[in-house]
């Protein structure tokens, strides 16, 4: 039977991929590859034919088939990832079993660092990596979104669950108040602009690589301050052409639905409201008896969405010039109807030797992004899509008798007059983002000398973005509007280096030195209009708007020139030392402040390789770590230091003239952001390095803070940039890893844990720096506060003092003089996690392998600004079952009661009562899959093949009360507005069938 499921799987694939096979006229070598001592099988070993491009690749059970001709003199080569090769010769033996030994060396690993790489065993600063096989472990739309979790020191926020959602990204904390606080992202060697690589697909990338202290991101300086991440795409092999292919097919589901009160809750509830307040109540006992459960407005808005992905990876080569050519078609759709994203990409990599001196490399990227958004998010009463959808009226259906839409504002007198039928935005508003996408590098490498290589490299990332949006003369009061805006962007980058590399006898010296040029060129357009005859032509005829708006553009251009330099110095692979400058000119500073001077230094001893080490048995290796450096953040836009000139329009005479005055802003001498890191690890491996541990301890104080300090209107100015102060940062990384069982059996796991503490040393004359307002008619406040010995973006509000008589919110009098005021306030929660971690385990026996890995944030509060909204008792909202249940009443005056008296008069403050514990912990993914041993089928035409099913937040463990706890809804690179949640598009969870499959 079970031979049959095999072949019936194998006739399958075939089917689906439409290839056939041939039988090889040759002899067939077949075996199993184990690990020396536990027997253990090795799959995914490469066993090739030497001096030629025949190879394979071992199965789950370590077992391989390979053809050979003129067998006499045929050489087998065994190697895999972590163990000694081996060459054998075939001779007249058709079995050949194979036991490899583990390699001792396997720290010497090479990692990519700042235009360069090096052997982990080498490193002096601290970096983490991610690779492949982890980065693939989901389908997603970002892949900073596989990050979470997985490397110490690294947070990643989902800011919302909409398709293609922007993701934060913060590196041992917030080092920045104006600028952004996002990582620098460098592809291939290209430093990309903005703070999401949404370029790239999971399937495309070999390796991520973090730099996190400053010895390691300084050789970037003024863009190093929040980390760097260096990513890594797949690249060619010298031998046989390989095929890759991985697919997969999702349907995502909301994790949780509000539970909001029924029709029949809801009337008995304003009915309350209305004999509270003295007016008439608004239904009759008959029409609340006939009413039942009503309409859950959640049904109509949200639903089961498909999403697909599919890679194809071609590599191969010879030992001159290797390729890998990629495509991949990535298509999701949201959870809330008319909600997508769909992203198509080619990728191209060649490394090719012209000569023994002279080589080249070309990476290229092509990327087309189409988004349907609808984050309708924030807002108040109903007045958008997501506040639509909590507190549309139970008691009504989307529909009128005829067919139209339901005019929910005019449906109830003591109704909100905001509330919109869903149905409009889902049906009646597009907002389409069409984004093309270009990322090319290419270099020439030239060795005189085998210790001396020259690189020449240049390369340019163009984005061309066009938004559409358009509101439809259906739409509730509307008569049709539309507006369209383009952005294009071009950086151009040119950098020359220098490397030298050298061995004198026990000393090994690695030097680097070099200049860079790289601009950045951006210009905007956009056009509107409202007022339209007809919706056919949407947004491709603007000017037939009745009302056109007043159309608008910008250029902004900016450069960076850099010199920097590198000496790594390793002596007898014990005493490693690395020193690093780099000095950066940017045209966004004013003269006499251009230049910044970014200077790191390293340390390390690899305390396993002294001779008193050798009686430490249980410990295979040891090596202790510190660094010191700087780095910056410009954190200003071009321009910011002059005094620009601003147009209007103005009255003269009856006729209107074009003016140019002086902006609001007072151009300032600024100097750059600088941080200094100190950072002191370890890195140590126990029992033949089954299982490794890295830690590491540091301190990060950024000076010169940037921020707008309001000016006194006396000056004829409102505001201006200044250097206001200080920041600290300051944590303990901890990251364990470990082979735990290498039998038939295997498992091995890994997890991470990362502590950061920050505060706000110093800000200029000791001023707070208040976040955004927030207004949502209800209330009309800021929510964070940057204060000096408190951390970043805390939480600012009253603190509630239980009810009056009448069931009021009273709130706690902290000044004692007698009256509430904002000085009352105080510090109410803080969005700041105490702790983030990560476990991944990893279960493999025969063909199958069991994956699960679990992520999670500890101590950190959200405001729920969404939970106002189930105090806004005037307006006739729909709010959760939780108010009707738990609220003060005149039967009940329940002290303890959850919620205020039901009146138009209940007046609320920002307060604690809108934070909530966002501690959480998700099964973030969890996978089964199957290896199908083609090789034992005798199938040689495919290499391996793996189905799986797998599921992606399946699980959340969390006190949070909405819909899900990984929220960040006014997130982004600010660091102030953090850990709100304002009606945001709620995260999915999702099970996913795929395969992968290699031939």
Known sequence: MKQHVHKWLVICLTTLLGCSTGWAQSVAITGQVTAAGDKAPLPGTTVSLKGTTTGTTTDASGNYRISVTNRENAILVFSSVGYLGQEITVGNQSVINVDLVVDSRQLDEVVVVGYGTVKKSDLTGSLAQVKAKELNAFPATNVLQALSGRATGVQVIQNNGSPGGSVSVRIRGTSSIQGSNEPLYVIDGFPINGSNPTQLNNADIESMEILKDASATAIYGSRGANGVVLITTKRGKAGRTQVSYDGSYSVQTLRKKLDLMNAREFATFYNEQAVNDKVTPYFTQDQINALGNGYDWQDLVFRKAPMQNHSLNISGGSDKTQFSIGGSVFKQDGIIKSSDYNRYSLRANVNSEISRKLSFNLSTMLTRVITNQQNSGGGNRGGTLISAVITAYPTLTPYNDDGTYRNLATAYPWGSNVLTNPLNFLNEQTARTLSNKQLANAALIYKPIPALSIKISGGIENNDDRSDSYTTRNFVNSQGSASVSTTQFTSLLSENTVTYNKSFGKHTVSALAGFTYQDFLTTTLGASGTGFISDASQTYDIGSAGTPGIPASSYSKASLLSYLGRVNYNFGDRYLATVSFRADGSSRYSDGNKWGYFPSGALAWRVSNEDFFKDIRFMSDLKLRVGYGATGSQAISPYSTLNQLGSGKTVFDDALYTYYAPGTRLPGNLKWETTEQTDIGLDAAFLNNRLRLTADYYIKNTRDLLNTVQLPSSLGFTNTIQNVGKI??????????????????????????????????????????????????????????????????????????????????????????GTISAKDKTYIGNPNPRFIYGFNSTMSYKNFDFTFFFQGSQGNDIFNISSIGLLDYGFGLNMTRDVYNNHWSTTNPNPSAKYPIISRTTSVNISNRFVENGSYLRLRTVQLAYNIPFQKLNVSWISNAQIYVSGQNLLTFTKYSWWDPEINSLGGSNSITQGIDFYSYPTAKTVTVGIRAGF
């Open 728 to 817: 600290q940062n300051k944590g303990v990384e901890l990251g364990l890893d470990g082979d735990l069982l290498t039998g038939p059996f295997r498992w091995s796991v890994s997890g991470n844990i990362s502590f950061n503490r920050n505060k706000v040393v110093k800000l200029y004359g000791g001023q707070d720096i208040l976040g955004s307002a927030i207004n949502t008619s209800a209330v009309n406040d800021y929510v964070n506060i940057l204060r000096e010995g408190q951390p970043v973006g805390q939480f600012y509000g009253y603190v509630e003092d239980g009810y009056d008589d009448k069931g009021k919110i009273k709130y706690k009098d902290l000044d004692g003089d």
